[in-house]
């Protein structure tokens, strides 16, 4: 009931393309879902943060889409560029009691120019 | 300007032989964390202080320890390293404790064991 589902594990688009990726949930105590991106060598960064209180939101070319009842949220990047290769996690954690974030496994991206 | 530094970059120790991780933050935040990640993997919450409080995860192995002397240092120590611990180490900070509190990463150290 921990887990977050990550999927695909990779993914591989045209320049100017939509990838999306998905996760899943079980946890409905879980309040706060980030999404993180790590380029090779460097540590994750915070790239955008959705709340269930909103079914989308927005950040330059970045989306989150969240569907409360289905427990699913998913990451869409628009116009995708070369440099936006890299790994995407999703994540969770929730207010009350633990409040630690759980991560999913990651996407590879690979955005060709 | 890095905030969370990590050092080394890269790091080689052999089967049992002591190792010790550092990490130090300028952001003078109260918590710091350590996470093992493997290749293709998520990474996973080993131990985090909040200020001088130590907090281990339930299924950390006792071969994991931590220090963290001053506000600025953290150090993760693995007391007798085994071939399934190498992977990537990541140091993070946050502000504080509690949901939607930012992480902040360093670049993390690569451990092999030979």
């Known amino acids: 009931q921990q887990q977050v589902k990550q999927s695909p594990q990779s993914l591989i688009v045209q320049k100017g393309g939509i990838p999306i990726i998905n996760c899943a949930y079980e946890?409905?105590?879980?309040?706060?879902f980030p999404w993180y991106q790590q380029f090779p060598g460097k540590g994750p960064a915070l790239l955008i943060a959705?709340?269930?209180?909103?079914s989308e939101k927005k950040e330059g070319r970045f989306t989150i889409s969240f569907n409360k009842s289905a427990k699913q949220f998913s990451l869409h990047i628009m116009d995708s560029q070369p440099g936006d290769s890299a790994t995407y996690f999703c994540a969770a954690s929730r207010a009350s009691g633990t409040y630690k974030y759980i991560f999913g496994t990651g996407t590879r991206l690979k955005v060709l120019a | 300007d890095a905030m969370v530094i990590q050092n080394p970059r890269y790091q080689v120790t052999q089967f049992g032989k002591p190792v010790t991780l550092s990490c130090s933050q300028t952001l003078n935040h109260n918590v710091m964390y350590w996470y093992q990640q493997k290749s293709s993997q998520a990474p996973k919450l080993l131990f985090h202080?909040?200020?001088?409080?130590?907090?281990n995860e339930a299924d950390t192995p006792d071969n994991f320890q931590s220090r963290r002397p001053n506000t600025s240092f953290c150090f993760l120590d693995i007391r007798s390293p085994g071939l399934g611990d190498a992977a990537m180490y990541l140091c993070a900070t946050s502000r504080d404790v509690g949901t939607n509190e930012k992480l902040f990463f360093g670049s993390g150290t690569q451990l092999s064991v030979l």
């Open positions: 946890n409905t105590a879980f309040d706060y």
């Open positions: 202080y909040y200020d001088k409080d130590f907090n």
């Open positions: 959705i709340r269930p209180d909103v």
